[in-house]
Each structure stands twice: as C-alpha cells, then as structure tokens.
C-alpha cells in the first residue's frame, strides 16, 4: 500500500460507473462481488464520504473484478438514516440478504467497523471467499477470528500493486469526488 499511488479515475467516473452497472448485459458478469467498507460515521458529512468511498470502491472493482460488485450502503443512506436505529437495523439486513447471491466478499477500506464485522460473519457462514486489502484491517480481521473461534483462513489478504485503492480509506479518497 503506497500512499503516493495515484488512482486513475475518469473525472466523470460516477456517472460512468452508473452506466456500466445499468446497461452491463446481465449474462455477461452473473455473479456478485459483495463490497464490505464503512458506512457509518459521526457526522452526515462522514456518511456522505463513506458513501462515496463505496462507489469508488464499486467502480475500481468493475475494472479488476469478474462479477459485478454491489455495495448497498452506497446509495441505501440515501433512504434508511443510520442513527434511528429501526433504520440502521433494516439496512444491515439488507445488506445480508443481498450478500446470500454474491460470489467473493471484498473488504476494502483502512477500518473494520461493528456492521463490516457482521456482514464478514455472514459470509463466513454462507461460504463465501473474503479478500481483504488492508494489512491492518486484515490483521484486526484474524484478531476477531481468533477471539469468536473462528477459522483465520476465511480472509485472504492481497496486498498486490494493482489493488492499492482498496486499501484505502474515505480520507484518501476524497481527492478524486471533490471538485478541485
């Protein structure tokens, strides 16, 4: 993980990738790719952030992964407000419903939140292969593991070059969604 990397994204890359996820024929990429990032922050600014963070992660995994990758909590924010709790709890499930038809789970982000965790579990559960791309997060990951009796080897970390901006957390990612 360098952090003097550039990601390389189109100015226009939101508007691209709502294209790619619409108008990509559903026979040519079957299967899901689950990104597991945070969401939930202290202020909306923070949630915004977070929600644009899953975007950039959905559109990096477009380009490097077979599948199409989906991250709720991208766009559900937008409707189902975390902090009444009612809300925060139908999101999660959704969420983990929506992860039972995906293929590979992708940890990305340089934090493992509480709802990150839970979702982790599920696909641990269900039999779905994790990728993780940060160190630390990835070390946290086989902490908790180890904690809740749980096989380590269910994560994967990949530290290739080519995946960097996973790693990456909403701070560093804000260069390429705020308007210079």
Known sequence: MNKDEKLSLPQ??????EQMMLKEPIGNRCERVYICSPCRAETPDGVIRNMKAARVYMFYAFQYFPGVPKAPHAYLPVLLNDNYEEERTLALLFGR????????LLVCGDRLSAGMYG?????????????????????ELRERFTRDGMNQDYAQYDAGHLHFALSWGADELAPYWQEV
């Open 12 to 17: 226009n890359w939101e508007a691209i990738l």
């Open 97 to 104: 419903l929506f992860l039972k038809g995906c293929a590979l």
């Open 119 to 139: 979702e982790i579990k599920a696909a641990v559960k269900l039999g779905i292969p994790i990728q993780v791309f940060n160190r630390k997060v990835y070390d």
